[in-house]
């Protein structure tokens, strides 16, 4: 990924780092929270959604609660997901729990198939779009080549690698704060795969 003086610059100072393997279940529920919110606002979800649908543990006096399971979110009334302050997500966090549970998408089959396969198996899900597809895909199923964007990504993108991706043509042309169409999204992703190759994950990290 070292194909310009700002990457190298960049590769040198974050040396070492790692992007995460998390378990699919929980990374594809976690991103599901993530829709048009804040951080403290997903932990707090995933927070509350633990200790309405995890086990209860108690480790040196402390209680814990374990990520809920698949099951038990398939198995919950959408008005009890509701509850604990996901809001309009409830629907997608059913629409997710279902399609795993009855093997609509399995994890093991889209960690051997290409990208462009395993994410278009995720799209197909209510509530997975192109950007929660690609974390989905970089952080839990080994896909390198994903390059998730969201508004900071998109701004780092138009200040410093505009001339990757824009064109004459104004539809593609990337517009930070006004959000992406579909299309911009995937064009625009698709150049920085191929400018930064088969570890673009790493880059956009």
Avoid at 76 to 84: F, Q, T
Wanted: charged residues 25%.
């Amino acid at each position: 990924i070292s194909t310009d003086a700002l990457m190298e610059k960049t590769i040198r100072k974050g040396y070492g780092l790692r992007i995460m393997r998390q378990e699919p279940c929980q990374c594809i529920v976690s991103f599901v929270c993530s829709s048009n919110t804040n951080i403290v606002m997903i932990r707090k979800m995933l927070r509350n959604l633990s200790k309405k649908f995890g086990r209860k543990l108690n480790l040196d006096g402390r209680n814990f609660f374990t990520f809920p399971s698949i099951k038990s979110l398939d198995k919950a009334d959408i008005n009890e997901i509701r509850s604990c302050g996901v809001g309009y997500r409830a629907k997608a966090i059913k629409a997710v729990a279902k399609s795993i549970v009855e093997h609509e998408i399995e994890f093991s089959v889209l960690s051997n198939v290409s990208y462009y396969e395993a994410k278009s198996a995720l799209l197909k899900i209510y509530g997975i779009g192109n950007k929660i597809a690609d974390c989905i895909l970089l952080f839990s199923l080994d896909k390198l080549e994903a390059f998730p964007i969201d508004i900071w990504i998109a701004r780092a993108l138009e200040r410093h690698y505009k001339q990757v991706y824009c064109t004459n043509d104004s539809s593609i042309n990337l517009q930070p704060d006004r959000g992406l169409s579909q299309f911009q999204y995937q064009y625009i992703s698709e150049k920085m795969r191929q400018y930064f190759g088969k570890y673009s994950g790493y880059a956009q990290q």
